[in-house]
């Protein structure tokens, strides 16, 4: 299996992140931002392991919402993330920016 | 028979798991969930289902011991890649995430009796659920004639059969013909039939077979996914080893003899006969109902299936309630996307909330166009109203508010690499 985290280190990392989501989970409703976030993470690593292309996890909310703003308003469409970020309005990129931010990571 | 009771089925998740991770508060603790198929979209549905609430209990049913990608699986047909590179355990899935995964084929799902039956090495088993998943991905409507995709294999369902049309691909000589037909949308990966085609023309080329060509049969009336680069490649980049023939519906197909009848144009004896039959429901999803095409009609927000309690039906197997002439497209990643919402729902739904609003899916690809080049392609889809093709509103579902490929600049090496990039990230979001 190719996709098994590689070390011991890398495991512990991803059950304290996973325990604190689950801290956060235990009110009845999910995290604001959570299931919006989710859509990232095909592409971004949200729990620190390095896969995928930029990692947003650690980033300040303001920056990841900024960074969607200006893909989305970008008229000459230069990659990928130009067209996803017209995939979300506003208030959704507000939230997930803030969900994100709320993550435990490096950032880049 | 025998049936996995609850206290093992929770000892052995909770031991996986780790009590303590257990969210004190939440009424979805010991539910108990059953995921039917190990693709993109059910083994995503039941990795977030454990991460989001490891106090659930997710059982996921698979025949298969592991899953072969048809993402990147072109590439295994033209030789660029090994099997090895597109088999995905669920070794991560068991061990890392505490999903019991059952290797075996779901016979079926008694809706009023919230258990669904499997067949496995050891016997029948007898699953009983507070939710079923169904993520059984497709079925074939068999083509007219006498089909044998042993000896035309349609390579659109990955694993022996990616092996089989590579085998034969590389039989291919100077100047024989490689023929694959396109069957009428919505089917699996609406760029993956071009990009086949592109592949195939590539390897021609790589291997110097002159003369070699590939004819492309569509059932559609023009190339479905990311025109601008497709017909660039068949026009420019593989000029005079493509033909492209759209408006070709299948009537007769001759496996024995790869032979072949479309109203569009014939082929007798061709050296390879590619056949991507027309797409239905997986069968254990079929039996909860089907729309005219084939596919079952879920919730947008749950992808609850109407009528049948706590049953969900994700993937290539659903069909989305979306605007005209913007269809949510059948792929691995939209399966990964929808898993995600359908997962949400069904813990709000343990919880006793409703669902989220709010939502959105999408998709992104890359398709190689070259061994050293990709176009890519984005869909995304937003929760809310959606219209006729005279703009009337028709109801809510996903409104397609955005699709896009790469503009001609982009096709270029930076996006085949990117391509590997976004598959591992995607193969690790889901399977590990």
Sequence with gaps: MRYTPRTQALRSALAASIALTVIGAAHAAPPAGRLLAAQCAQCHDLDGNGRGFEELAG???????????????????????????????DAQMRALAAYLASLPGGGD | M???????????????????????????????????????????????????????????????????????????????????????????????????????????????????TVSTANGNVTLGYDHL??????????????????????????????????????????NDRFVMTIPKSPYRCPPGPYERACMVADYLKRKGRTGATVTVLDANPSIQAEPEAFTRAFNVTHAGRILYVPNAVVQSVDSASRSIVTSAMSVSNAKVLNI??????????????????????????????????????????????????????????MANSEAKVCADAILRALNG???DTNIATSSACYSPITSRSASWLSANFIYGDIYDANGGIKGKGMHRVDLGEAPAGEVNQDSYQDMFTWADSLFYDSFA
């Design chain 2, 133 to 174: 998943v169904v993520a059984p991905g497709i079925d074939f409507v068999p083509p007219p004639g006498n089909w044998n995709p042993s000896l035309t294999p349609h390579a659109w369902q990955a694993g022996p059969q990616t092996t089989l049309l590579r085998n034969q691909l590389a039989t291919l000589g100077n």
């Design chain 2, 276 to 333: 991507i039959p027309a797409h239905r429901a997986g069968a254990i999803g079929a039996s909860l109902g089907v729309n005219a095409g084939g596919f079952v009609p879920v919730d947008p927000l749950t992808y609850a299936v109407s009528g049948v309690a706590n049953v969900h039906v994700i993937g290539d197997a659903c069909a989305v309630p979306a605007s005209d002439g913007k269809a949510v497209p059948k792929s691995g990643h």
């Design chain 1, 59 to 89: 980033e300040s909310a303001s920056e990841i919402y900024h960074e969607l703003v200006e893909m989305k308003n970008r008229t000459r469409i230069e990659s990928i993330m130009d067209r996803q970020a017209r995939g979300y309005t």
């Design chain 2, 2 to 116: 025998q049936t996995l009771n609850r206290r093992k089925f929770l000892s052995l998740t909770a031991a996986a798991a780790g009590a303590a991770a257990l969210p004190p508060q939440s009424r979805a603790v010991g539910a108990r969930v059953v995921v039917l198929g190990g693709g993109f979209g059910g083994a995503s549905v039941a990795r977030y289902l454990r991460m989001w609430n490891p106090g659930v209990a997710v059982t996921l049913v698979e025949p298969n011991a592991t899953h072969v990608s048809c993402i990147l699986s072109n590439l295994v047909v033209t030789g660029l890649l090994s099997m090895n590179r597109i088999n995905l355990s669920y070794t991560a899935l068991r061990n890392n995430r505490g999903v019991q995964v059952v290797q075996g084929r779901a016979l079926g799902i008694d809706t009023g009796g919230n258990r669904v």
């Design chain 2, 353 to 355: 909330e409703q669902p």
